[in-house]
């Protein structure tokens, strides 16, 4: 299940915690599952140290996760979802790179669906006369997954 999440993911936000050493090791295998998934297309992700609050607690100095941005060729930020701290940034920034990135897949061809009358009595009644088509795009909404 996680795979398919991944695979049809548009874009990523990896989190660990600034208190735990580990959970900064264990964005690894997970960079590496969507990196395998995506055949090692580059994909919109953001690196997120959260607890930045917890100063007194702080295990991983912040140039550890800048680094491995940076490594990644991602963002990263450090925040705190108690404190609200860089949160609707982090979204915010995350967002704009998913949508430069489908801009740069160049144009999306709507798949079309022709409505045959009778096959949906509920419809008829709204769609008869009108223009049948309907594009896959606008059947869909799109969605956010957290794993």
């Keep these: 299940m996680r ?3 991944v695979k049809s993911g548009q874009g990523f936000v990896l989190i660990y915690s600034v208190e735990d050493p580990h959970s900064l090791r ?13 055949q090692g297309q580059t994909v919109p992700m953001v690196i997120v140290g959260n607890k930045s609050d917890l100063h007194t607690q702080r295990a991983i100095p912040t140039d550890h ?9 991602c963002s990263f930020y ?7 701290h860089n949160v609707q940034e982090i979204f915010t920034d995350v ?10 897949q160049g144009p999306v061809v709507k798949k079309r669906t022709l409505r045959i009358p009778g096959s949906r009595p509920d419809s008829d009644k709204k769609r008869y006369g009108k223009n049948r088509y309907t594009s896959q795009a606008e ?4 969605c956010c997954s957290v794993m």
């Design 95 to 104: 967002c704009r790179q998913i949508e430069r990135w489908r801009l740069s």
């Design 139 to 142: 059947k869909s909404t799109p």
């Design 78 to 84: 450090e925040a705190s979802a108690k404190l609200n």
């Design 3 to 5: 795979d398919l999440y």
């Design 65 to 73: 996760g800048k680094n491995l941005a940076r490594e990644w060729g």
């Design 26 to 38: 264990d964005l690894l295998p997970i960079y590496r599952l969507i990196t395998h998934l995506k």
